[in-house]
């Protein structure tokens, strides 16, 4: 016994243990959603999210701990959007070719989820920087969190608001379009993308090639929109 | 693959050293990727010769949030009270973007006489 509590000990204070968790974790959220026969209501992420933070609350590992181990998967996103420049590049002609109804996406999808966001946060009840950090949740967690800062919002909470986003439309997007009659991957992936930014984009990547290269477009044009609208939003409105 | 991954990391720093320097407000793997998307376009031979991994390294692109998503767990002791709405807010606002977002591409290319890429 005394040994068992020697090995943990040793490994817990090494990022290796927690490294190699979040990845089985992860394939045992994929292998739940291959399983299920890829119903988007059970998502890898999500599935993985529970099942670390019952494993952390478990063995009373504090979240610093855990991230000394993860930081390596975590340090991943940076590169990785920089990747999504090949099907960037890869759909340039039909991307050029939707840059109007494109545009107008944007505008409509961005200024959409900062309204409402706002409206039926105060509805229910919620006021002051609650409400503020609500505004750039639809962005890329590094914009979010500047416009966050910059408009008075708590960047902390923001990161938050952003990861549960993401979450949520990853979920409901593929039932929701169903529903709508939207069936074109070029607007699916691109709403996706400007709503639910990285984790939206990851899911659209599961769906087709062309809504995920479409959701890497959506997810940058709305950090950009986000950053740029987000201010001035705040500026008419409070 | 390492020369590969070395390009993704670099234009990424470069995004971070122009982002500062400009003290732009865009993160700086944002702009890196816009940087790298603008030297496959002039120059496609890169981009045929780094496809592959891209795609591979995409195709995972959700375990990546999974660090940052467990710190979101952390929260919720916290979020007892104001938990609720902020949820509504969430979930409602991302209902409706997705849906308007979409509503907008489709209607916007059948006002203009594109027909829709129905999918194969």
């Known amino acids: ?238 | 693959m390492i020369f590969h991954f070395g390009l993704f990391l670099g234009f990424q720093l470069i995004g971070e050293i122009l982002a500062r320097i400009l003290s732009l407000s865009l993160p700086g793997p944002v702009i890196g990727m816009i940087l790298l998307a603008a030297l496959l376009l002039l120059q496609p031979r890169i981009g045929h010769a780094i496809e592959k991994t891209a795609g591979g390294f995409l195709s995972h692109l959700s375990l990546l949030f999974v660090p940052a998503g467990v710190g979101v767990v952390q929260y919720f002791d916290q979020m007892s009270e104001i938990g609720l709405p902020l949820a509504a807010a969430v979930i409602g606002s991302t209902v409706l973007s997705i849906g308007a977002g979409a509503l907008t591409f489709k209607y916007v290319n059948r006002f203009r006489g594109v027909r829709d890429e129905t999918p194969e």
């Open chain 1, 1 to 238: 016994m005394t040994e068992i509590l020697d090995i943990w000990s040793y490994l817990s204070e090494g990022p290796l243990l927690w490294l190699t968790v979040t990845i089985f974790a992860y394939l045992i959220g994929l292998g739940c959603f291959n399983l299920s026969g890829n119903r988007p209501v059970v998502n890898p992420v999500l599935i993985s999210m529970v099942l670390l933070s019952a494993l952390l609350e478990l063995t009373d590992t504090s979240y610093a701990t855990y991230f000394e181990g993860a930081q390596f998967v975590h340090f991943m996103l940076g590169p990785a959007t920089v990747a999504l420049a090949v099907p960037l590049w890869q759909n340039w002609q039909r991307i050029k070719e939707s840059a109007i109804p494109m545009l107008a996406a944007l505008f409509v999808g961005g200024t959409v989820s900062m309204i409402s966001a706002v409206t039926i946060g105060y509805a229910c009840g919620l006021r002051g920087e609650l409400v503020l950090s609500l505004i750039p949740k639809a962005a890329t967690s590094p914009v979010a969190i500047g416009v966050s800062e910059a408009i008075g919002g708590l960047p902390t909470l923001t990161v938050a608001l952003v990861l549960i986003t993401g979450v949520v439309g990853a979920i409901v997007t593929t039932p929701l379009l169903n529903a709508l009659g939207i069936r074109d991957y070029r607007g699916r992936g691109l709403a996706t993308g400007i709503a639910a930014h990285g984790i939206g984009t990851a899911r659209a990547f599961q769906v087709h090639g062309t809504a995920g290269a479409f959701a890497g477009i959506g997810m940058v044009l709305n950090a950009i929109f986000t950053a740029l609208i987000a201010p001035v939003f705040v500026h008419l409105f409070f």
